[in-house]
């Protein structure tokens, strides 16, 4: 077996002294994770050995073999070890001396979480068992032509946040993931991917979700977030069993996931001649049919119209039409003419079948100091008729109303739809 190593030099001085004996070839020898993570690309590798340091086991190193496919075994000495491969999204680590003996029953003295004798206090301890509900799911889709699908992504989840909800924002976009910067996260370490890589090992608990999604400070009303890829080549690790996997997760852990997707619905299948390969959009697909709310999000302009009704036809293809609400965004007179919210559902109607659409007007100041605060609508602009409108889309979207809701929606729409006309 070729095998390359990222462990401590008296380790490695072992493993490559007997490796004829045991009839493996040592391929690279490398200092720390991150080196062995620049080349892995190039090396005709089948295994990777780790050492559960932190100068070894990396999160770089993790990426790279799991966007290659690359198996890695992951030896930890100690507990101390063993949470930093817990930190990292590694589940399965095996206990012991470095040495080619590990290869012949790994399974042996594989661990799936720290020292039983150990503190339940300390890192990657798992959580106390709690009362589980399912959690709502809603996934924002919108074609392509920058509709808006980010920026109500993360002015809904500050909506759910706000009726005192536990809410995870997640961005599984795999063309364009841009949920991070909106909102001043600036860490490379993609949360969703993580968790997706967690979920394929059966490793994804509790203990990992909080470990991965992110809290962005200085928001009004908290909410969770899980990153998205900042390199589109990374697309692999976005495999559809693992997003499946994740949102079962999730389900359990909040009460609300508002999931970001990206426009294509494109299934290449048929065009692909390995029917094992990854596909590029496995993961909106597959967010969009596990989701139970859609917010289908058009731009509410001359371009943006025609390009959302011909990509709703296929986007009901894939998801069902009770599960749909259209949202036409940035909906202002002046790309309309006169009249823009009832020309709008005449449209809509005429050409979609689309009956009843939420508008939500353009108010460019508000969304300016959103992006430029990297906060939320709701945090921006609480008085915005744009955020009054999100606000009234995510009642709506809510299994049951709270007590009262209804006439605040209500006084909601008939304040902006009076600006629209």
Known sequence: MRVALAVPLE???NLVGTAD???HEVVAQCSGGDELAVRLAQLPVELVIVQATPEHLTSRLVEAADALGVRMLVVAADDAQHRQASRVGIVDVVRGRTDWS??????????????????PDAPGAPLAPAERRTGLVVAVWGPHGAP??????IALAAEFAADGLRTVLADADTHAASIAPALGLLDEAPGFAAACRLAGLGGLDDAQLDRLAVLPRG????????????????WPELGAERVAGAIAALRLWCEVLVVDVAASLEQDDQFASDVAAPRRNAAGLEVLRAADRVVAVA???????????????????VVEPERVAVVVNKVRQGAIGLNPAGQLRQTLARFGGIEHPLLVPWDATAFDAALLGARPLADAAPRSAARLAVRELAQALLPSARPGARSERSRGRRGFERRLA
């Open 11 to 13: 380790a490695e001085r």
């Open 21 to 23: 004996y045991f009839g």
């Open 102 to 119: 590990l290869l012949e029953d790994p399974e042996a003295a594989a661990v799936s979480g720290p020292d039983p004798d150990a503190s």
């Open 148 to 153: 808006g699908r980010s920026s109500l992504a």
């Open 219 to 234: 928001l009004r009303h908290p909410f969770r977030v899980l990153t998205g890829i900042g390199r589109s080549a990374r």
């Open 299 to 317: 731009s509410g302009d001359p371009v943006g119209i025609p390009r959302f009704l011909h990509d709703h036809a296929e986007l009901l293809e």
